[in-house]
């Protein structure tokens, strides 16, 4: 307000300069100052005008909590963004954090995400026999006895599905990477891995290149290992596909 209104002259008013506003009919001397300014993690939502104070939101990927915008929780392995019917209604956004959710049975996740929810297992076509069930972290693998008997490869994916969910024996795990995996590598003429990098994705990615005749040892390492329970969980689903398919024979030791 330039001026106030007179007996003879009206209140004098003149437009807000640059980076100044005022959002309502006022009496103010001078215009407010846009003082919101957009800081780390950050943008500008509605841009500063003669009649609104600048707007900020957090950035894509981050929330606000208490001022501060945090970044997306992600789903871990096994979980998923919580879903509502088909369309997911808990992604994160700029003012709510992700929700996750376990994935439920017949679904798996084998993600690090803020976006991804769940998938549903595949369904085996016909004449094909689920040789991997399925968990809330791999999906189901089809296939045949026949395939685990002669392909290395099916073979391969068929172990490594049972080391996709996070274990508790650690020791027991750097036993077996000790024992076998380190002397694989080190007749293979690799290099050792990373210290960082913890025993069960050493063993996964030693499973990606072992040979077939090491794939076929794998319960028995297990035994030697000490890691009884998941060596029986194999050898129980090898029977169990055996079982299934009469002419075909699965040796384990």
């Given at each position: ?33 846009c ?13 500063c ?20 915008c ?21 992604t ?51 296939g ?7 392909d ?8 490594s599905?049972y ?39 050493r ?21 030697n ?20 398919s ?8």
């Open positions: 307000m330039a001026a106030h209104c007179t007996a003879t002259t009206d209140t004098k008013c003149l437009p807000c300069r640059a980076n100044h506003y005022t959002a309502l009919w006022n009496y103010l001397p001078r215009c407010l100052y003082n919101n300014i957009c800081t780390r993690n950050q943008e500008v939502e509605i841009q005008s003669a009649t609104n104070n600048r707007v900020c939101r957090c950035k894509q990927g981050y929330y606000m909590k208490d001022d501060f945090i970044s997306h929780s992600q789903c871990g392995p096994g979980h998923g963004v919580q879903t509502k019917g088909l369309c997911p209604s808990f994160g956004t700029s003012k709510q954090d992700t929700v996750c959710e376990k994935c439920a049975d017949g679904f798996f996740s084998r993600s690090t995400s803020a976006l991804d929810v769940c998938v549903k297992h595949q369904e085996c076509a016909d004449g094909q026999l689920p040789l991997f069930t399925g968990s809330v972290y791999h999906d189901a693998l089809c045949s006895c026949e395939d685990l008997a002669s290395s490869e099916t073979l391969r994916k068929f172990l599905a080391f996709e969910e996070p274990r508790r024996h650690n020791g027991k795990m750097k036993r077996f990477v000790a024992t076998f995996v380190r002397e694989s590598r080190r007749k293979s003429g690799l290099t050792f891995f990373q210290k960082k990098v913890g025993p069960l994705e063993i996964k990615a030693w499973l990606a290149n072992a040979p077939a005749e090491q794939l076929r040892l794998v319960p028995q390492m297990l035994r290992s000490t890691l009884t329970s998941l060596a029986d969980k194999i050898d129980r689903r090898l029977h169990d596909i055996m079982n299934q009469p002419n075909c024979s699965l040796i384990s030791p």
